[in-house]
Structure formats: C-alpha cells, structure tokens
C-alpha cells in the first residue's frame, strides 16, 4: 500500500526554523515527484515546493524562495523541506503529495496522486 506520512511539525517563534519530513512507504521516490503543500485555516491549498523524481531539480513558490528548500534522500525514501526564517503567514497544515512520473521537472499545478495527512506548523510569539 502505498503511503506518505509527513513530521517535524511544531510550535516555533517567528525566525525560527523547522525541518519536515515525509517517509514514502509502498513506491519507490525514483518514480514520484514529490511536492509540499501548505492549508492555512480559511484559505485555499497552496503549493509550497516540488522535487523531481530524476536529477532532484526543483520549484518553489514566491513566497518560500530563498528560505524553504526542499531535498531528498532516495536510501530512506524521505523527502524533506527546510524551513529558516519562519514568518507568522507560514502558519498552516503542510502536507507531502506523490506524482507518478519519471521526470526532469516539477510542477505544483498538477494533479498529485497519493496525500499524506498533514503537519502542523505554527510560527507564533
């Protein structure tokens, strides 16, 4: 069965920093990009950033660039998402999604296969 399980959630003050993870289990992330989406309350689902399953090329939306970065590492099957300079408006329930395809690129606009069920990540003072 394939799963993603994301963790590394928390409470953190403005500034800070926080590392997710999301353990793929049932696939193989040479065959899946991977992207992280973030649901703040009352707000739409927004694409955060993407890996691409050949060559690790990635994206990031505007409002990350420059202080998320996402990474994998294929011998645990994890992606991770790098979090510095956490702002307020970074607070949301962040999940990791699967795309099936054996690519060169990412794009945070298709349609993602397999969810997991979300991290909370809260930056707050």
């Known amino acids: 069965q394939s799963q993603l399980v994301e963790s590394g959630g928390g409470l953190v003050q403005p500034g800070g920093s926080l590392r997710l993870s999301c353990a793929a289990s049932g696939f193989s992330l040479d065959y899946y990009v991977i992207g992280w989406f973030r649901q703040a309350p009352g707000k739409e689902r927004e694409g955060v950033s993407c890996i691409s399953s050949l060559g690790g090329n990635t994206n990031y939306a505007d409002s990350v660039k420059g202080r998320f970065t996402i990474s994998k590492d294929n011998a645990k099957n994890t992606i991770y998402l790098q979090m510095i300079s956490l702002k307020p408006e970074d607070t949301a329930v962040y999940y990791c999604?699967?795309?099936?395809?054996?690519?060169?690129?990412?794009?945070?606009?298709?349609?993602?296969?397999?969810w997991g069920q979300g991290t909370q990540v809260t930056v707050s003072s």
């Open positions: 999604a699967a795309l099936h395809g054996r690519r060169y690129y990412c794009n945070l606009l298709e349609e993602y296969n397999y």
